[in-house]
Nanobody
Framework: QVQLVESGGGLVQAGDSLKLSCAAS????????MSWFRQAPGKEREFVGG????????YYADSVKGRFTISRDDAKNTVYLQMNSLKPEDTASYYC???????????????????WGQGTQVTVSS
């Protein structure tokens, strides 16, 4: 059983940066593809970015490409989401997700993920 704990959310102004962290425990971190999703009020949870095992591949939603960067530190069992040039439409709860993978892919569909964190709120004011 994998436990995921997100941190780093907060209230920022448009154009600012934030770095989210997700600490994993209870599994062999290097065997998991990791992703970030977000959910705004009244909207479905959507894919933001994903990173495969060993960081071989990274994937991003079009809405964040060029502004957000996903990374992982396998020595610390942690995945990060660096968010730059934040916009008010980035306001949401951000969730970390994990799935056991034997290849170097990270799914973008939320129903493929087995483990989820509790979320961290990001609010971007205009």
């Amino acid at each position: 059983q994998v436990q995921l704990v997100e941190s780093g959310g907060g209230l920022v102004q448009a154009g600012d940066s934030l770095k989210l962290s997700c600490a994993a425990s209870g599994g062999t971190f290097t065997m998991y593809a990791m992703s970030w999703f977000r959910q705004a009020p009244g909207k479905e949870r959507e894919f933001v970015g994903g990173i495969s095992r060993l960081a071989v591949n990274r994937y991003y939603a079009d809405s964040v490409k060029g502004r957000f960067t996903i990374s992982r530190d396998d020595a610390k069992n942690t995945v990060y989401l660096q968010m730059n040039s934040l916009k008010p439409e980035d306001t949401a709860s951000y969730y970390c997700a994990a799935i056991l993978r034997y290849n170097h892919a990270a799914p973008t569909a939320r129903d493929q993920y087995d483990y989820w964190g509790q979320g961290t709120q990001v609010t971007v004011s205009s």
